[in-house]
């Protein structure tokens, strides 16, 4: 299986902020990497497909980078409705994997 | 626009099998446009695929679950199911199901909104 690693597992930011989290994959996966974010109680919805398209309907705030094994999610104006946890996902092969997670959380 | 519904027992007892259904609304399970899949996740934790299924009936399993999963669909109902066998508390989870595109990059959308199974006597 291709292992999926998050840094960081947790942050803590202020609106405004511009916010990175990273995703490196045991081995290269192209670009076949998705990015979820997931609220409390609810299930995880899609943000970016395929390392670095964005999803309809979710804000240009959102924009993901990279190819190979390491790859980046910015947020590059933290919203009140951003505070949420993001996992990716490697579509490259089966199983299909995920990250561990990174919580983002109000300074 | 696809939307995805669980539905099942939110309580096995240990060593039973968990029996969960997938309804299909806004397109048609028949379509050779998607897989359909199911994911797990324990609770305060990080997500698991469970497997998937083409309308055909191929099924695509993860190799730590396969012994024990039994994915299927019903045309007729524009359904389709899991079957999880000889439940332990590990498998205390919310199960969601999920839609993705048949071709690459295969991204899980839409999903339906899980449903927590718990496994206790």
């Known amino acids: 299986d291709i292992q999926m690693t998050q840094s960081p597992s947790s942050l803590s930011a202020s609106v405004g902020d511009r916010v990175t989290i990273t995703c490196r994959a045991s081995?290269?996966?192209?670009?076949?990497l998705n990015w979820y974010q997931q609220k409390p109680g609810k299930a995880p919805n899609l943000l970016i497909y395929?390392?670095?398209s964005l999803q309809s309907g979710v804000p240009s705030r959102f924009s993901g980078s990279g190819s190979g094994t390491d790859f980046t999610l910015t947020i590059s104006s933290l919203q009140p409705e951003d505070f949420a946890t993001y996992y990716c996902q490697q579509s490259h092969s089966i199983p299909p994997t995920f990250g561990q997670g990174t919580k983002v959380e109000i300074k | 626009q696809l939307q995805l519904q669980e539905s099942g027992p939110g309580l096995v007892k240990p060593s039973e099998t968990l029996s969960l259904t997938c309804t299909v609304s806004?397109?048609?399970?028949?379509?050779?446009?998607?897989?359909w899949g199911w994911i797990r996740q324990p609770p305060g934790k990080g997500l698991e695929w469970i497997g998937s299924i083409y309308y055909s009936g191929t099924t695509y399993y993860n190799p730590s679950l396969e012994s024990r999963v039994t994915i299927s669909v019903d045309t007729s109902k524009n359904q389709f199911s899991l079957k999880l066998s000889s439940v332990a508390a590990a498998d205390t989870a919310i199960y969601y199901c999920?839609?993705?595109?048949?071709?690459?990059?295969?991204?899980?959308?839409?999903w339906g909104q899980g449903t927590l199974v718990t496994v206790s006597s």
């Open positions: 395929a390392a670095s």
């Open positions: 806004g397109g048609s399970i028949s379509s050779s446009s998607y897989y």
């Open positions: 999920a839609s993705s595109i048949a071709v690459a990059p295969r991204y899980f959308d839409p």
């Open positions: 081995q290269s996966i192209s670009s076949y």
